[in-house]
């Protein structure tokens, strides 16, 4: 299994991102997915999360400006970004806890995309 994030760049404050992250593999299911950021010389955090029946999660730094939405058929994540601020720069990483079997699950992890917010 594979997961191929994208979507990172350059935007200046008060600009939008879409991130998506698409898996691919022997899949059989997928509980949970996720999106974490890492700032410079700060520990990964959790950013948004989403399970498999539908319920978010935000933290409350990115609450009312970034949504979470999945597409089941694609197995892909996504992350709508608004209202960008300088803080939210960082490597934004997705994670997905897939079920390679009725009784197997892994966490897996993206390779990270960057996202700069710059005047």
């Known amino acids: 299994v594979q997961l191929q994030a994208s979507g990172g760049g350059l935007v200046q404050p008060g600009g939008y991102l879409r991130l998506s992250c698409a898996a691919s593999?022997?899949?059989?299911?997928?509980?949970?997915m996720a999106w974490y950021r890492q700032a410079p010389g700060k520990q990964r955090e959790l950013v948004a999360s989403i399970t498999s029946g539908g319920s978010t999660y935000y933290a409350g730094s990115v609450k009312d400006r970034y949504t979470i939405s999945r597409d089941n058929a694609k197995n892909t994540v996504y992350l709508q970004m608004n209202s960008l601020k300088l803080e939210d720069t960082a490597v934004y990483y997705c994670?997905?806890?897939?079920?390679?079997?009725?009784?197997?699950?892994?966490?897996?992890w993206g390779q990270g995309t960057q996202v700069t917010v710059s005047s």
């Open positions: 593999g022997n899949i059989f299911s997928i509980n949970y």
């Open positions: 994670n997905m806890r897939i079920l390679l079997s009725s009784r197997l699950e892994r966490d897996y």
